[in-house]
């Protein structure tokens, strides 16, 4: 067997600048002010999404690359699913471009309050981005309320929180008020 060839070096993408594309609050991808009708072209286009260190949403390809708008975040959580309970129990989210996201370690659940209004918004982790901020699914609201019914009152940090298990963790979705349990 003759010399290992040397590696190919990384293609970088080319920079686009800023597409013409927003994907809306309620996860409807806009592409120059029109809704893509087709799902499968959002899938496409959902499967190449990245997130830069600074937050800013991107579309990138082997070739190519462009900055794109995301009122929120780009996917929604459109249906639970679960297994188990207590501390065995398993969740599972359907996103709105059919990609399946277990809850746990890899894939933590928050929640986010709103500064005006303080009421809650869930999301869970689809996939790492360049720095610390990540490309997420917003849990949407039918199903907070179903991840609400099963949760359940836990001590951490010695205030009782309310929240859910998945995967042998427990995400908390808020402060149990004093007396309530």
């Not at 990384?10 to 809306?24: S, T």
């Not at 794109?68 to 780009?74: G, N, Q, R, T, Y």
């Not at 982790?125 to 609201?141: D, K, M, S, T, W």
Request: with cysteine; glycine share 10%.
């Amino acid at each position: 067997m003759g010399p290992a060839a040397p590696p190919r070096p990384k293609r970088v993408p080319i920079e686009c600048g800023d597409l013409p594309f927003v994907i809306r609050r309620d996860g409807t991808w806009m592409y120059r002010g029109s809704p893509i009708g087709r799902k499968e072209l959002v899938c496409l286009f959902s499967s190449v999404l990245k997130r830069e260190a600074d937050g800013s949403f991107w579309l990138e390809t082997p070739a190519e690359r462009g900055r794109i708008e995301v009122e929120d975040a780009p996917f929604i959580a459109v249906e639970m699913d679960w297994t188990g309970d207590g501390q065995e129990q398993n969740l599972s989210f359907r996103t709105n471009v059919d990609q399946v996201i277990a809850a746990g370690p890899e894939h933590p659940i928050r929640v986010a309050h709103d500064l005006l209004t303080c009421e809650p918004t869930p999301y869970i982790l689809v996939r790492p981005g360049a720095g610390h901020l990540a490309v997420e699914a917003r849990i949407g609201r039918a199903v907070y309320y179903e991840l609400v019914a099963l949760a359940v009152p836990e001590w951490v940090n010695g205030r009782q929180m309310l929240g859910v298990w998945s995967q042998g963790k427990f995400f908390s979705l808020g402060e149990l008020p004093d007396g309530e349990e």
